[in-house]
């Protein structure tokens, strides 16, 4: 599972971001991949997951909203991955790597409470 942190902050979370009017979830979390890790990847291939709330990582009393995708692996192959925008890092984890963020308290709740349980499908 690829996590960011955004720069000035210790949660990882998924790449994504807040939606532009008249934008699906679909569109949104490709826009975001291009701006924030350069990646190119076309609406068609994302497959949905599910849609998910939890309190915000770094928003102190909101709560995200979030419709969640896999990208196929297929989908990035060959592609150069580049933080980029507002993030400082990111990681590939595994489930063993996810449990020790969250022990950490370093994984925003939306991954820790609903994401993690997605590992090693696919």
């Excluded at 507002?86 to 590939?92: A, F, I, S, V």
Aim: glycine content about 10%; overall charge negative; some cysteine.
């Amino acid at each position: 599972m690829l996590l960011v942190r955004k720069r000035g902050t210790d949660a990882f979370m998924q790449p994504g971001g807040k939606l532009e009017a008249g934008e699906s979830g679909a569109e949104c979390l490709v826009r975001e991949l291009e701006e924030e890790l350069a990646l190119r990847i076309p609406v068609a291939v994302l497959e949905p997951l599910g849609r998910y709330g939890a309190l915000a990582a770094n928003e102190p009393d909101h709560v995200v909203d979030c419709e969640v995708f896999r990208v196929p692996a297929a989908a990035i192959e060959g592609q150069p991955i580049a933080v980029q925008a507002e993030l400082e890092e990111l990681r590939w984890s595994d489930a063993t790597d996810l449990a020790e963020l969250a022990a950490a308290g370093r994984l925003a709740p939306l991954t820790r409470d609903h994401l993690g349980r997605f590992l090693g499908e696919g």
